[in-house]
Nanobody
């Protein structure tokens, strides 16, 4: 059984930083280990933020976070991080980790991912 668990959310003032972590486990040996980060405000579409391939390559970002957020992963492990700098009040959201790409849509589309974590709240105050 696959488990995807995020941690590291919290409250910070505008201009501050947070680091989110995501630990995944239980994968079958032959599936890809692409992982990604999304965020969502209740009632709105889940927004793709960043993605990283199994080997740590193929990194891509949404324009909204490019230059402020950095995705990384532990080499050889299914643990990924999202370093978030210069946070803004509009970054307030629930942040989700996604794992295992389904190559039927671009990475920023929620339907392109098979497994999801439960989410972690990030709140940025002005």
């Amino acid at each position: 059984q696959v488990h995807v668990v995020e941690s590291g959310g919290g409250s910070v003032q505008a201009g501050g930083s947070l680091r989110l972590s995501c630990a995944a486990s239980g994968f079958s040996p032959n599936v890809n280990r692409f992982m990604g980060w999304f965020r969502q405000t209740p009632g709105k579409k889940r927004e793709g933020l960043a993605t990283i391939a199994t080997d740590g390559g193929a990194i891509d970002y949404a324009d909204s976070v490019y230059g402020r957020f950095t995705i990384s992963r532990d080499k050889g492990r299914d643990t990924v991080y999202l370093e978030m700098n210069n946070l803004k009040p509009e970054d307030t959201d629930i942040y989700y980790c996604a794992a295992v790409r389904i190559f039927r849509a671009g990475w920023s589309e929620p339907i392109a991912w098979q497994y999801w974590g439960q989410g972690t709240q990030v709140t940025v105050s002005s």
